[in-house]
């Protein structure tokens, strides 16, 4: 399937999650408030470090041997057998770990023991979050992009209707409640939708894993790991670092600008991954990967432009809409943040073949690296710029990131598809 048709397929499905998102950012902002902004930040952060080591530490890796084995279903049914048993040991054994630990989960995150609950409400839903992710990621690998859509607007509608009822009964607490409820409520509608398919059969996810996949698996594992816990502690320590300067309020000011572009950059990271990591996964040479990587940048990057440059000059409409008067202090942070945003999307096009061809050393070394630069630049600008500063590090450090990703994956690429010479030599 083409980029062109997947983008316009999955569009479907982004719209609907990104009205669901602008929806639910309407009722946080009422609800919740920019401190409570703060505090749902910090537990979201931990849900991403959470399911990723209990799922999402497979899931790339699915994709990838799910397009790579395409027509050799025995084959397919081994990784998702291995994916499966690997994933639900490692959800039990997190699920365990975060019940035992959740009042100094509670107190470290919300800053508030007393909501111990919302991380035993994670722990009991973590196994069928688990069996969610791993059936979106077969669809994805299957090219199923028609019910791959179909589930991923289920899941936000569940989402927003969960999120909103609670949100509006308990307030905070509620929101809190069900963002943690949330992750196991959406297993159900991804079930119904993949029993659909006729090649789908729930005991083909049950068996006895394969040593040999397991260790394939494992690489992306130590990716997905890596990334799932360099970014969300890089914000964890961000917003206690805003917190400390400028009070809980600005933390919140920056938490609603991070979600507002996380909310209209779906739209770029949805179809990366339904696309282009498969994709990049089938393509063999330097030439032809880097020819997809150059239609993504046509096709992606000047619309990810025009809505950074509608988005800022419509900035107080959208604070309006989307938040309340209390947040208009954000404005100041657009300019910078839009642009992060542009730039980190140009490198997104490239880090995405590290995802595709199991760069594995690369990528955790960039997470930590870059990570750790973000925290780092933020202290030094916001010393100088105050407030502003987290959204200028922001910026300078995509630029440097789309700069690294350009070079190291034009040297690792060059270097494994190096012709051979005349005596079979490299």
């Known amino acids: 399937m083409s980029l062109v048709k997947t983008s316009f397929l999955n569009g479907i499905a982004v719209m609907v999650k990104a009205v669901s998102l602008f929806v639910l950012n ?32 497979v899931n790339t890796g699915v994709t990838k041997y799910t397009a790579e ?62 069996l969610h992710a791993l059936m979106l990621a077969i669809l994805n690998g299957r090219k199923e992009v028609g019910r791959y859509v179909i589930a991923s607007i289920s899941a936000s509608l569940v989402s927003l209707g969960l999120t909103s009822f609670l949100a509006f009964k308990y307030g905070l607490v509620g929101a809190l409640l069900s963002i943690g409820v949330g992750q196991g409520a959406i297993f159900f509608t991804t079930v119904a939708v993949c029993l659909r398919a006729p090649w789908f059969k729930l005991h083909l996810l049950f068996g006895r894993w394969q040593g040999t996949i397991v260790l394939n698996l494992l690489k992306y594992a130590a990716m997905a ?33 991070w979600r507002l572009s996380s909310a209209y950059l779906i739209i770029v990271t949805m179809t990366l991954s339904v696309y282009y990591v498969p994709r990049l996964s089938e393509l063999e040479g330097v030439r032809a990967i880097f020819s997809e990587i150059r239609s993504g940048y046509v096709l992606i990057l000047p619309v990810a432009m025009l809505c950074a440059l509608v988005i800022y000059i419509l900035r107080d409409f959208v604070i309006g809409l989307l938040f309340t008067s209390e947040f208009m202090p954000m404005r100041e942070l657009f300019a910078w943040q839009l ?22 050393k690369l990528f955790i070394v960039s997470e930590v690296v870059f990570a750790a630069l973000f925290y780092g630049l933020t202290v030094w600008f916001t010393g100088s710029d105050g407030l502003l500063g987290v959204a200028k590090a922001y910026a300078l450090n995509s630029l440097i990131y789309w700069i690294f990703m350009l070079v190291s994956v034009a040297v690792v690429l060059r270097t494994s598809y190096r012709p051979l010479s005349a005596d079979g030599s490299a």
């Open 339 to 360: 642009l992060g945003d542009v730039l980190k999307l140009g490198a997104w096009l490239v880090a995405s073949v590290m995802l595709g061809k199991a760069m594995f």
């Open 225 to 257: 790991v890596t990334g799932a816990v360099c970014l969300p502690v890089a914000q964890v320590l961000i917003r206690k670092h805003l917190i400390h300067q400028f009070g809980i309020d600005a933390a919140g000011y920056w938490e609603a600008m």
């Open 69 to 130: 084995y395409a027509g050799d279903q025995q084959r397919q049914a081994k990784v998702w057998q291995s994916a499966t048993s690997l994933a639900l040991l490692s959800s039990v054994v997190i699920a365990i770990l975060v019940a035992l630990f959740s009042p100094y989960l509670a107190r470290y995150f919300l800053h508030d023991e007393g909501l111990y609950g919302v991380f035993i409400a994670v722990a009991l839903s973590l196994s069928f979050f688990t």
């Open 26 to 57: 309407k009722v946080l902002a009422v609800y919740a408030g920019p401190s409570g902004y703060a505090v749902i930040g910090q537990l979201q952060n931990a849900l991403t470090m959470i399911t990723t080591l209990s799922i999402g530490a």
